[in-house]
C-alpha cells in the first residue's frame, strides 16, 4: 500500500514544479524600451516587441512575437538551475550578511 502512496506523493510533487515552473516561464527576464518600440524577454525565452510610435514602418500598437521561446522540457530545466541560483544567493547573502 505504501508503494501506491509513494507513487502518489512523488506524482503531486512532479505536477506542483511543473506548475511553478510555467508561472515562472510568464516572468520577464528583461524589458528593453528603444526605437520606438518596447521588447519584452520572458523566462521561456519567448521574445515580443510591441511599438509605442511609429517608427521604420512599423505602426503604434504593432505586436511581433521575435522568438517563440522553449519547449517545456528545457524550461523546467531553467527554472530548476534558476531555482538552486536563489537558495545559493540566499546562503551566501546569509553568510555574508
Known amino acids: 500500500m505504501t508503494q501506491y502512496t509513494e507513487m502518489i506523493e512523488a506524482e503531486r510533487t512532479r505536477q506542483s514544479i511543473n506548475k511553478q515552473a510555467r508561472e515562472w516561464a510568464e516572468g520577464i527576464k528583461y524589458i528593453l524600451a528603444e526605437n520606438g518600440y518596447i521588447e519584452t524577454k520572458f523566462n521561456s525565452g519567448k521574445v515580443m516587441r510591441v511599438w509605442h510610435r511609429d517608427n521604420n514602418g512599423n505602426e503604434a500598437g504593432k505586436e511581433l512575437i521575435m522568438a517563440k521561446g522553449k519547449p517545456f522540457k528545457d524550461i523546467r530545466i531553467d527554472f530548476e538551475r534558476a531555482q538552486a541560483d ?11 550578511g
Do not use: D, L, P, T
Open 86 to 96: 536563489q537558495i545559493s544567493w540566499n546562503e551566501r547573502s546569509r553568510h555574508n
